[in-house]
T-cell receptor, first 111, second 115 residues
Framework: RKEVEQDPGPFNVPEGATVAFNCTYS??????FFWYRQDCRKEPKLLMS???SGNEDGRFTAQLNRASQYISLLIRDSKLSDSATYLC????????????FGKGTSLLVTP | NAGVMQNPRHLVRRRGQEARLRCSPM?????VYWYRQLPEEGLKFMVY????????ESGMPKERFSAEFPKEGPSILRIQQVVRGDSAAYFC?????????????FGPGTRLTVT
């Protein structure tokens, strides 16, 4: 079983739609959680960290459920510029420094 | 304020040649990480270095791959006797402090093609 699993998509949504991505992780020792964004296989860029209490940044909301080992990302009022691949990323306390990346979920926002 | 710099951006090597990939971290960052992204795959951690020290190389293939981060100059990822399976995007990241919970800033990557 892979350490971080995501639905690869693609998710095709119209502008203005709300879309949600899910991610599960297999190792209960996981400590830190992130969503990164990658455009056309360019470098990944941090979108937001994910906390147990949930956190929001503008149109983006991230949730973490440690009991279910599940992370989510909600994007409201989708923009064309949101089209990208969204990477679920987990860091385990016992691996110290390695970020463990999911393969990503592809989002295409259409006019 | 320059971000993480990598060069070359594209590198073509024939099977059996050596590939050298360079990474200059963000100003003030002394922690460097290398990741590899194979076609249609997610990024995989390879190695974590601080100046003059390899801290964690658990993701490095056992043979042909080596990394260094000298006191002066960029970090180098070296691949000897490249094979077609080494074709991938190699990303370098740096952070201000150690540990995966601190943001890692990524460079633009080096796309290695082995012919």
């Amino acid at each position: 079983r892979k350490e971080v699993e995501q639905d690869p998509g693609p998710f095709n949504v119209p502008e203005g739609a709300t879309v949600a991505f899910n991610c599960t992780y297999s190792n209960s020792a996981s400590q830190s959680f992130f969503w990164y964004r990658q455009d056309c296989r360019k470098e990944p860029k941090l979108l937001m960290s994910v906390y147990s209490s949930g956190n929001e940044d503008g149109r983006f909301t991230a949730q973490l459920n440690r009991a279910s080992q599940y992370i989510s990302l909600l994007i409201r009022d989708s923009k064309l510029s949101d089209s990208a691949t969204y990477l679920c990323v987990v860091n385990r306390w016992d691996s110290g420094y390695a970020l463990n990346f999911g393969k990503g979920t592809s989002l295409l926002v259409t006019p | 304020n320059a971000g993480v710099m990598q060069n070359p951006r594209h590198l073509v090597r024939r099977r059996g040649q050596e590939a050298r990939l360079r990474c200059s971290p963000m100003k003030g960052h002394s922690h460097v990480y290398w990741y590899r992204q194979l076609p249609e795959e997610g990024l995989k951690f390879m190695v974590y270095l601080q100046k003059e020290n390899i801290i964690d190389e658990s993701g490095m293939p056992k043979e042909r791959f080596s990394a260094e981060f000298p006191k002066e100059g960029p970090s180098i990822l070296r691949i000897q006797q490249v094979v077609r399976g080494d074709s991938a995007a190699y990303f370098c990241a740096s952070s201000l402090r150690a540990g995966g919970s601190y943001e890692q800033y990524f460079g633009p990557g080096t796309r290695l093609t082995v012919t």
